[in-house]
């Protein structure tokens, strides 16, 4: 079983739907310290006369708290805000109205106003959009039974222990959190994502790699974004 674990982050770019792509089983880290000003709560799309520009989440909670614990403070404004946003796409992007509808459905099938629950239908609608699996397990809902951790990259480790994966993946960014020497003495692979190398035209605006996966699918159809998951080496540690 190939695992992937990752903090809940705010319709992220397309690397994180890479990763999703690649594992059989998907954590959502949402048990660990929340940090604001983060991808948990804001990301990127195109801006009509910059390069680009911040779309947010307004969430009540702090530093001090888990993630599970950070509620949205305004989950209506919030989607407004958002698709008030997106209306700069209206009149170029070729897949707006699908992106729309998948902006509602997101808010729509929100269960709480927990962040968690807010980024994990976001990626469910993305998931669902493209046709790629996603069964998330909730880290704050799971109970997992885990020893002491000793350094950032030993929560993968104790996690993918105690859910059996034969291989756990990871983005790029993060190498240099991991110990290889531990995976490979409990039997796990470990391996690296590489950032996705995709650009298209996104005519009048300008082209910015790593924006949300939301400027990605305004240009992309689902099967052309689908060609891209999955498709370079992994780095195996």
């Known amino acids: 079983m190939i695992l992937g674990i990752m903090q809940p982050y705010f319709f992220p770019y397309l690397g994180y739907f890479d ?3 690649r594992c059989d089983s998907w954590v959502v880290f949402d048990s660990c310290q929340y940090t604001p000003r983060s991808w948990m709560t804001r990301n990127r799309i195109a801006h009509p006369t910059k390069d680009w520009m911040y779309f947010r989440c307004d969430v009540h ?12 403070a305004d989950p209506d404004k919030t989607r407004r805000t958002l698709l008030g946003q997106l209306t700069q796409y209206k009149k170029s992007a070729p897949f707006y109205r699908d992106v729309i509808e998948l902006v509602k459905t997101s808010f729509e099938s929100l269960p709480s106003r927990s962040l968690t629950d807010m980024n994990v239908s976001a990626m469910a609608a993305v998931c669902a959009y493209l046709g790629i699996h996603f069964a998330p397990v ?3 809902q799971a109970n997992f039974e885990l020893p002491p951790v000793c350094h950032p ?3 993968a480790l104790e996690i993918s222990s105690v859910l059996h994966a034969d291989m756990y993946i990871n983005p790029p960014g993060g190498k240099d959190l991991f110990r290889p020497k531990e995976f490979s003495e409990r039997g796990i692979g470990l391996a690296f994502t590489r950032v996705p ?7 009048p605006f300008t082209f910015v790699p790593s924006l949300s996966i939301l400027d990605v699918l305004m240009w992309n159809s689902p099967e052309q974004v689908r060609a891209q998951l999955g498709k370079d080496e992994l780095d195996i540690a």
Request: glycine residues 8%; without cysteine.
């Open 153 to 155: 990259g030993q929560w």
């Open 197 to 203: 190398d995709f650009e298209y035209d996104p005519a």
């Open 61 to 72: 909670g702090s530093q001090h708290m888990a993630i599970s614990e950070v509620e949205l």
């Open 19 to 21: 990763l999703i792509s």
């Open 138 to 140: 909730i880290a704050s």
